[in-house]
């Protein structure tokens, strides 16, 4: 998502105060899920007096909360400390979600989250790169921060390091490889609590997003460059990857990325949309059903968690979008609208997050 949504998000919550917990909403009766259930602090549009109020009517039907969030390059280049940057934007933001009784799952995105040929944006725009020994030593320090500060239960280091592996140039990943490795020693030397992970896109597992449709490719490539993973985060956005609808998901979609090992699996970020983009044609009905057919996945691959980044959908009014730009394609994520109205797809949900938790 757009770098200017994620700032409205860190403006707020330097200045929020404590929030009031929320209760468990499962029933009686009903199967029970394995999965955490929740959303990040991504608001319908930047403007920081809306972030709470979203984030306490997203809280009533979540159990967890993710933040997605890059280094912060330009203040860490500019001489902000990593501890003094993570104390300013991240620590708050984890203060309100535990305040509210949610668990906390991490995901450090250290290239461009909209184009995986190309670094971060930021870096790009001061003229740098992770193959920079100085970059990855920043990159190292601030992961450590944010591992020793908030302790997020699940710390996924690489955000789509398959996706990376196909459309970066090669030095690209293999800096993110060293860097990702290198900061796995001093959170471990610590003792600190967060199981580890890295994210892979499930499209491009499967061989979808190769032009004309590719055969299965699986992960393994990213097991041996990743050793130390305890988890494998999936992003997963099925209508990129030419599904027309969601009952056309192979029900091992997710079972399958991690089959030979014993890696639970995390759902980080995904969605389908609830209106027609370009190619892709969709309806509010549509998606609703596949919040329906996701939840047969996460069961049959007994998955640890499922997060959308986006609750609602984004109002991009004024949001200048540079030549080419993906993001409309994710801009009608959202179980409610950018006017917070909730969409078919948020009952679904409901009726998901109805089912009591037990791991």
């Keep these: 998502m757009t770098r200017?949504?994620?700032?409205?998000?860190?403006?707020?919550?330097?200045v929020v105060g404590a929030a009031l917990g929320c209760g468990d909403g499962s029933a009686p009766g009903l199967t029970p899920r394995p999965f955490l259930m929740g959303f990040s602090a991504l608001p319908p549009r930047m403007d920081s007096t809306i972030v709470v109020p979203a984030i306490n009517f997203w809280a009533q039907r979540a159990d967890a909360a993710i933040i997605h969030a890059s280094p912060p390059w330009t203040a860490l280049l500019n001489g902000v400390s990593p501890a003094a940057a993570v104390d300013t934007v991240q620590v708050p933001l984890a203060n309100y979600f535990r305040a509210k009784g949610l668990a906390l799952v991490f995901t450090v995105d250290a290239t461009d989250g909209l184009n995986r040929a190309a670094e971060a944006p930021e870096l790009v725009a001061l003229g740098r790169s992770v193959t920079d020994t100085a970059i990855q030593r920043l990159y190292r320090e601030w992961v450590f921060a944010v591992a020793d500060k908030l302790r997020p239960d699940y710390f996924g280091l690489i955000a789509e390091t398959n996706l990376i592996r196909a459309a970066a140039p090669d030095s690209v990943y293999r800096a993110l490889v060293v860097m990702a490795n290198a900061a796995v020693a001093p959170i471990r030397a610590a003792g600190l609590p967060s199981q580890l992970y890295v994210s892979v896109q499930v499209e491009t597992a499967w061989g979808r997003l190769t032009p004309g449709g590719g055969s299965y490719q699986g992960i393994a490539q990213d097991l041996t460059d990743f050793p130390f993973v305890q988890a494998i985060g999936l992003s997963s956005y099925p209508y990129l990857g030419g599904f027309a609808v969601p009952e056309s998901l192979p029900l091992t979609y997710y079972s399958r990325i991690v089959e030979g090992t014993t890696l639970p699996v995390l759902v980080v970020e995904g969605g389908w949309p609830s209106v027609t983009v370009g190619s892709v044609v969709s309806s509010p009905a549509l998606q609703a059903r596949y919040i329906a057919r996701q939840t047969e996945l996460l069961?049959?691959?007994?998955?640890?968690?499922?997060?959308?980044l986006t609750f609602y959908d984004l109002d991009l009014t004024g949001v200048p979008l540079p030549p080419g730009s993906i993001l409309p394609l994710f801009t009608h994520l959202g179980?409610?609208?950018?006017a917070l109205n909730p969409k078919p797809a948020l009952a679904e949900w409901d009726r998901v997050f109805a089912r009591p938790y037990q791991p």
């Design 335 to 338: 179980l409610a609208d950018s």
């Design 4 to 14: 200017a949504l994620r700032v409205a998000v860190g403006l707020v919550f330097p």
């Design 299 to 308: 069961d049959r691959a007994h998955a640890r968690s499922v997060f959308q």
